[in-house]
């Protein structure tokens, strides 16, 4: 079964995805998380940077958040004669304008904004003024994604954008247009917002974590969401008649001795997935290192000899790596650029077969890979994009002493000054 399990206590929300009993993604969130994916701010701009093609945008959280020239103009703008205007041409130092968080402040970096605004709801997401119907490329049926086209164009007016999400499969229109209209009710209070109030401030607030998880990963694909809190388990089915009734019957609430989470093996997986050293169920095992610009993987036989020949090894190893390297990209919510050092191995049908099982093994994962093969040296290169942040920064900080290194001088006779306690 696939189960969504939540814990909320004192404010710190907790919710765990199981896909067949394993931990497959975790999300922890404060009661002020202001900064999250998704939220709309009235900002200021405090600077532009024409050599970069961007500006720093005051929106009141203490760094001031990013904004690249492309994430100013409209999705269809193509330049005149094939030239994009400079930032300096769009915005000016303390001018005012709504920018709507696309990516969150990690480390030292601020958040990276946008203007290309998105209110998501379950079924479709409202887009004002982004001019275009999309349909989820996961709803394969032809005839389906014809019905959804048309019923988003009929919806849509006055320059709106409409993207049918995968969960809009089947949904009638009639439900699909009271979801618009909600929609569409937000932006209108969060414009209306805007103009009543300075610079800076907060206009519009996605759902806090519990509910936005419920509208966005309890699909059918889950069987069951599993909860110890009463009061909240009454909430969510509110709100799920509201958006799906078909799913409210799925709320279960926990009601054994036990705490929720003990009562699955999350704590056990989250900390085997954020070792450096992670193991094959085989006896090989992956090293996972991670840089300022990538993720590098590295895949390695262990204790796994075999029982035909090496290439039939060193072919089993990458396969069973390739499924965990999925799963720890998802888990972990790993982003950018990503290598992946499998073994090296002789045949052309083999490598085919495993980007082929890393293909399958990251088909639910909302961080949208892109599988760029195989590099000339051998290894394999894959993007993907995140939004929040990952878990090395929830549950790690760089340490004072090696600096995240995770090695120190040997101090006295190496010929190098020493650094204080480890």
């Known amino acids: 079964m696939n189960k969504l399990v939540v814990e909320w206590d004192k404010g710190v929300s907790r919710v765990a995805l199981l896909e067949n009993g394993r931990l497959a993604e975790y999300y922890l969130e404060g009661p002020e998380e202001k900064e999250r994916a998704g939220n709309i701010f009235k900002g200021r701009v405090v600077n532009v940077l024409p050599g970069m093609d961007a500006a720093f945008v005051d929106i009141g959280q203490g760094r001031n958040a990013f904004l690249y020239r492309d994430d100013?103009?409209?999705?269809?703008?193509?330049?005149?004669?094939?030239?994009?205007?400079?930032?300096n041409q769009l915005v000016r130092v303390g001018q005012e304008l709504l920018v709507q968080i696309k990516k969150e402040a990690q480390g030292s970096k601020g958040a990276r904004v946008t203007t290309r605004f998105t209110i998501p709801g379950r079924a479709l997401v409202y887009m004002p003024e982004a001019g275009y119907t999309a349909v989820s490329r996961r709803i394969a049926a032809a005839e389906e994604r014809q019905r959804l086209k048309a019923a988003g164009d009929r919806l849509r007016r006055d320059g709106d954008g409409i993207i049918l999400r995968t969960v809009a499969e089947g949904v009638s229109e009639e439900r699909l247009e009271r979801e618009w209209e909600l929609l569409r009710g937000l932006w209108r209070t969060a414009a209306d917002k805007a103009r009543t109030q300075s610079a800076p401030c907060l206009v519009y607030r996605d759902l806090d974590l519990i509910p936005r998880l419920v509208r966005d990963l309890f699909t059918d694909r889950v069987d069951e969401l599993v909860l110890d809190n009463a009061a909240l388990a009454q909430h969510l089915i509110s709100l799920l008649k509201a958006m799906a009734p078909e799913q409210a019957a799925k709320v279960v609430i926990h009601r054994d001795k036990r705490p929720l989470f003990e009562s699955y093996p999350i704590e056990r997986e989250l900390e085997q997935a954020m070792r450096r050293k992670v193991p094959?169920?085989?006896?090989?095992?992956?090293?996972?290192?991670?840089?300022?610009?990538?993720?590098?993987?590295?895949?390695?036989?262990?204790?796994?000899?075999?029982?035909?020949?090496?290439?039939?090894?060193?072919?089993?190893?990458?396969?069973?790596?390739?499924?965990?390297?999925?799963?720890?990209?998802?888990?972990?919510?790993?982003?950018?650029?990503?290598?992946?050092?499998?073994?090296?191995?002789?045949?052309?049908?083999?490598?085919?077969?495993?980007?082929?099982k890393l293909e399958?093994?990251?088909?639910?994962?909302?961080?949208?890979?892109?599988?760029?093969?195989?590099?000339?040296?051998?290894?394999?290169?894959?993007?993907?994009?995140?939004?929040?942040?990952?878990?090395?920064?929830?549950?790690?900080?760089?340490?004072?002493?090696?600096?995240?290194?995770?090695?120190?001088?040997?101090?006295q006779g190496s010929g190098l000054p020493s650094r204080p306690g480890h």
């Not at 095992?285 to 090496?310: P, Q, R, S």
């Not at 390297?325 to 073994?343: E, N, P, Q, S, T």
């Not at 929040?388 to 549950?395: I, K, P, T, Y």
């Open 72 to 87: 100013l103009l409209s999705p269809h703008y193509e330049g005149t004669e094939g030239r994009k205007p400079g930032i």
């Open 280 to 356: 094959l169920a085989s006896g090989g095992y992956l090293i996972v290192d991670k840089t300022e610009a990538m993720t590098v993987i590295d895949v390695n036989t262990g204790g796994f000899t075999g029982h035909v020949d090496l290439e039939e090894t060193v072919f089993r190893t990458n396969l069973e790596a390739a499924e965990e390297v999925a799963h720890l990209l998802r888990l972990r919510d790993c982003g950018g650029m990503i290598l992946v050092d499998f073994i090296d191995m002789l045949q052309e049908e083999h490598r085919q077969a495993v980007r082929d």
């Open 360 to 411: 399958r093994a990251a088909e639910h994962d909302r961080g949208k890979l892109q599988l760029l093969g195989w590099t000339r040296l051998g290894l394999f290169e894959l993007t993907r994009r995140k939004r929040r942040q990952g878990l090395d920064s929830l549950f790690h900080e760089i340490c004072a002493a090696c600096e995240g290194t995770g090695r120190i001088p040997r101090g």
